[in-house]
Structure formats: C-alpha cells, structure tokens
C-alpha cells in the first residue's frame, strides 16, 4: 500500500460520475418506502403550482371578461383550498427527508467504521490517523447535504421540470421551444466548469485531510512540542497548510461561482426570448392574452426547478470528491482476513512454531529471513535484540497482524491462516510498551479484557497484580475515571492496569512488549511481581528490557538482522560469548538485578 505522510497530499483518482452516482443511490434503496412518501408529497406540491396558471388563465379569459363574481369567488376558494393543502404537505415532505437523510449518512458512517476497524495494519502503516478521520468525520458529513437534496430538490426538480415541460407544450409548442432556446448553452457551460472543478475540489479536501493529520498529530504530541519549546514552529506549520488549503478552496470555488449568473443570466435571456415570441403571437392573434400570462408562470416554473438541479449539480461536484474518498476506503480489502474456509480454532494449549518464515513490510527490505523456532506450550520466551532485530515482528506475525511472504506460524500445530482471526486473537493477550487505556472508569479498562467479567472478577485480577491497592486510594476506587490514555495515571500505575486487564482475559499466549520507563522502585516491584503472575502457566513472549524478566524467562531468544542467532538460558548463552553475550555486556550488564 502506497504511504502517505502529514504533509503530502493523497493521490486520488476521478471516478466515472455515472458509477459514482450510482453508488450513492444504492445507500437511499433502504429507505425507498420513506422517499416514495417524500416524492408523493412533493408531487402533490408540485400539481397544486401547475393548476394555479390554468386557473389563473380560467378567472380571466372567462370569469372576469364575463363579470361572472361567483364563479371568481369559487375559483379563489379552490384555489386556496389546494395551497394551504400543499403547504401542509411541503411542510411533512421537509420533516420526512431530514430523518432520511440522517438515517443515510448514519448508516454510510457506520459501515466505514467497521469496514476500517477491519483493516489491516498496513492500511494504518500506509496514512496518518488524522486523514483516516477525516474521512470518516468530514467527508461522511459532506455527503448529508447531498444526500438531502438530491431528494428534496434534484428527483422532484426533473419531475416538476418534466411535468412543466409537458404543460408547456400542451398549451403552445412555439413558445415551450422559445423558452428552451438556451438550454444547450447552459449543459454545455456546466460540463466544462465541472471538469475543471472537479480535480480541484479533490485537492481542496486533500488539503484539508492534511491539516486535519497536522492538527491531530501536533495535538497528540502536544508534550513534546511544549517540552521542545517548538510551539512557533508547529504554529508555522500549521498557518502555512491553513493557507495553502484556502488557496485550494479559492480556486475550487471560484469556478463554482460561475454557476448562479449562469443560470440566472439564461433564465433572463430565455424569457425575453418568451416575450418576444408571445407577444408576436398575440399580435398575430394566434394566441390569447390569458394564455401568455398563464405560459409565463410556467416559464419562471421551468426555471426554478432548473436552478435547482443547477444548485444540486453544483453541489454534487463539491462533494463528488468526498465521495470518492470513502468509496476509496470501502473499496479497500483488509490484507489479513479469515479465508472462508477458516475454521474456528479451539481452546489451544499454547505450543507455537514459526518453519521457515521470511517478512518484510516493504517490498524489497527483508525484515526477518527464514526464521524458524518452536516453543512448547507452557513456556515463557524472552525475545532480546538490538532495536529494530525484527522482535516486534515476531510478535505481529504470531497475532496474524501480518502474513508471512513465505513459510507457515503454527500453533497447536495449526497453521494460523487455516483459523478465523477472532478465534485465534481471542486466545492471545497482548500487550504493547505504550499502555493504551480508554477514557473512562477503571473497571471499564479492566472489563474490555473479559467483556461478561463480574465486578468481583475484575477485583480478584486487580488483586493478583497488585494493582488493587493504589486503586483503592483513588477518589472514587474502580469507579474513577481515567481521562483519555489515562493520562491522570503513573506509567507503572497504567502497565498494572493493563496486567489485571490481561489476566483477566485468561489468554493462552500472552505477548508482552516490556516497558523500559523508570518508575519508583516500589511500583518497579509491583509491576515485575504482576509480570510474573501473569507469565504463569501459560506460554509468553515478553520483548524483555529487564534484565529480572529475561532471566525469569524459560528461554532467551536472540534476534540479530532478522535471524534467531542463539537461544538458550541466561547462562548458557553467556557461556556462548556470542551475540547476547554482547548485548549484555553493552546493555543488560548495566542494569541492576532489580531493574
Ligand atoms: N510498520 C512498518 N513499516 C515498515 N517498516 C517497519 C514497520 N515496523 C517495523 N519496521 C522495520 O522493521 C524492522 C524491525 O522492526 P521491529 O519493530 O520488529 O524491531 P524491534 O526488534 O522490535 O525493535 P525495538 O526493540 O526497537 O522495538 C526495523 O528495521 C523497522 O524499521
């Protein structure tokens, strides 16, 4: 997947309108019973305008050239009758669409969260967060204005336009082709505006995906900015995209400007085309009076749906791009998916073997070369090496957040492919050097490990790590609430949370990636204490920092270039004088016992 970094616009390809258009429309197919309504009521509207002009034309061609006061009376009363009829039903049709147009927005939304929830890490690796939610936030939001007038105005508009023609037509062909005379030129302005639109409204919201990627990274990192003191030149940063964004706007917008006097000025000349033609046809007494009076309500008729549909095309280029850019996603597979035939995998006891694999996250850098090793249910493993050996990988292919490029990862002697992903994760704790903690209580924190756990549950994990005291001195105990990455917490405090919260999930293989952060000697012990508990009894990977864990471990694995170079004890490794050897007289040899 090609990457893409904060600064760097998105490449995007123009899809065919016909197919683009055609896709949005599948999202209204749910809620065709609701727009059926809609269009019912807007239909209603629309014959009550048209028989206004007929009798219009009635009340004076017949009922005042003949004086006739009661008939006039009647005609008015229908007349009034109707309209208030139809604004009752404009008002309904207003309500309706706003729910539908929701409910589409809604569910477009919804799907491209879990469609993106199911991505692989390389769709995470390949773009910034920010740009992900940009799409998901702004792009989704762009299309509920489209989505709410290609109902309200663009199906009705072209029937109120088809049905206004008919009438046209009905009551003089000359005059209905007079008022047609600059249709051509119109379609034909519009195309070309929108071709030229087109790629610069698609630039526009790359811009802005990349000021939102800015913003969310700068605001993430916001500490080390401060700490940095380099808040002038993220604000630089940040001014700089702002502005190029606004020039991309501008020059977006600017031919979309064209769009209104456009309209405005055929709708000026095509009427003095009506005149023109009616009056000669007075004159001529082809023609009476009432009917160019009734023809030129029609006319502004005709042009207001045409300002219309012009008002929704225009938007539709505007958000043409944003769709496109969610359809992008949508159409994007996740790398690692359960195959069809996945089976589900079994409780496992927890024996691993990697034959023969070879791992590269980009083509052509070979991250790990045909690594093999086996590891017996039970056992816990301490992955050492210098950074970047390839240990994190290791663990990334044994969660399948990965595939291989060649060779098999068995457990159980299973291939992992062979399984659904959720079957295989669900028996595998994980947890990484940055402690990832929600915004919200503890319990919950602990609770996302085991969803169904009992509070008493929960209690007895937190116990076992000994993470239960320090919650008690909290305000408000397990209820307390965290704030977002549980910024209110001690790192030590953070990684005990996240042991209860893997203990209670009872993995089989359990993957730690160690922190290194200096925290009290204290805290040091409770954590190392919570370490060992949970590497009981079941087989772990720990990328180990300490020199305490790694000696604990029941074997040591050394990782050098992408190759298992050693693996052994402590002891018989340092007897080696090999590569861990080094690694502990450069490293680990500095570290005290307890650290
Ligand atoms: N998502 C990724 N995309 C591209 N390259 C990556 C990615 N993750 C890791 N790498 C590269 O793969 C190599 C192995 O990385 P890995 O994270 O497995 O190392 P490590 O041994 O765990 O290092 P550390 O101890 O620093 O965490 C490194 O050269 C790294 O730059």
């Known amino acids: 997947m090609a990457k893409n970094t904060v600064k760097q616009d998105e490449k995007f390809t123009i899809t ?110 390949s773009r910034p967060v920010g740009k992900i939610l940009a799409r998901v936030v702004g792009d989704v939001n762009a299309l509920q204005t489209l989505f709410s007038n290609s109902v309200t105005s663009f199906l009705p508009h072209i029937l109120q336009l088809a049905m206004v023609t008919v009438m046209m037509f009905i009551l003089n062909y000359k005059l209905a082709l007079a008022t047609m005379a600059v249709m051509p030129l119109l379609g034909g302005a519009m195309f070309m505006i929108e071709a030229k639109a087109r790629p610069r409204w698609q630039e526009f919201r790359s811009k802005r995906s990349n000021l939102n990627a800015f913003t969310h990274e700068s605001f993430a990192g916001v500490r080390v900015i401060q700490g940095f003191a380099t808040e002038d030149d993220s604000r630089k940063t940040h001014d700089s995209m702002v502005t190029e964004m606004m020039k991309s706007f501008m020059s977006a917008i600017f031919l979309n400007d064209f769009f209104w006097p456009l309209v405005e000025s055929s709708w000026g000349i095509g009427s003095c085309v009506v005149y023109f033609v009616g009056v000669n046809l007075v004159f001529a007494g082809d023609i009476s009076l009432g009917t160019l009076i009734a023809f030129t309500m029609y006319v502004s008729m005709f042009w207001r749906p045409v300002m219309n ?191 209860a919260r893997a203990l209670l999930a009872d993995p089989r293989i359990l993957i730690l990636d160690e922190a290194t952060s200096n925290i009290d000697t204290q805290t040091e012990r409770l954590v190392q204490d919570g370490i060992k508990k949970l590497l009981k009894n079941r087989t772990s990977f720990v990328i180990a920092h300490r020199l305490s864990t790694i000696r604990d471990c029941d074997r040591i694995m050394v990782i050098n270039g992408g190759v298992i170079t050693e693996s052994g004890t402590h002891e018989e490794l340092l007897a080696m004088k090999g590569d861990y050897y080094s690694l502990y007289m450069s490293q680990y040899r500095f570290l005290s016992e307890g650290a």
Not at 46 to 53: D, E, K
Not at 315 to 344: H, Y
Not at 428 to 446: H, K, S, V, Y
């Open 309 to 499: 549909i012009s008002n929704f095309y225009n938007t539709l280029i505007t958000n043409f791009a944003s769709a496109e850019r969610i359809f992008e996603i949508l159409d994007i597979n996740p790398d690692i998916e359960s195959s069809e035939k996945a089976l589900e995998m079994k409780r496992i006891n927890g024996s691993v073997e990697f034959r023969n694999v070879d791992f590269s996250y980009e083509d052509g850098i070979p991250v790990l070369t045909d690594v093999s090793f086996k590891v017996e249910a039970g056992e816990s493993i301490a992955l050492v090496g210098e950074t970047g050996a390839g240990k994190t990988t290791i663990v990334n292919l044994l969660s399948r957040f990965y595939d291989t490029d060649s060779g098999d990862v068995l457990i159980d002697g299973t291939d992992i492919r062979t399984v659904t992903l959720e079957s295989l994760r669900s028996q595998m704790g994980i947890m990484l050097q940055d402690t990832f903690l929600f915004a919200a209580t503890i319990r919950e924190n602990i609770r996302y490990g085991k969803l169904d756990a009992a509070d008493e549950e929960i209690e007895r994990a937190a116990r076992a790590v000994n993470a239960h005291d320090f919650i008690m001195k909290l305000e408000n105990g397990y209820d307390t609430e965290i704030r977002e990455r549980g910024s209110r917490l001690s790192v030590g405090q953070r990684q005990l949370i996240s042991f």
């Open 16 to 125: 065919g309108k016909r197919e683009l258009i055609s896709r949005l429309f599948t999202y209204m197919v749910p809620y065709r019973n609701e727009v059926t309504i809609v269009l019912t009521l807007m239909v209603l509207v629309m014959v009550v305008g048209l028989i206004n002009p007929y009798f219009t034309r009635q009340a004076i061609d017949v009922y005042i050239r003949n004086e006739d006061m009661k008939g006039l009376a009647l005609v008015a009363g229908i007349m009034a009758g109707l309209n208030i009829l139809a604004m009752a039903a404009s008002r309904a049709r207003i309500y309706k669409m706003g729910i539908v147009s929701n409910k589409i927005v809604l569910s477009m939304r919804e799907d491209l969260y879990a469609h993106i929830q199911k991505l692989s890490f390389s769709f995470f690796d």
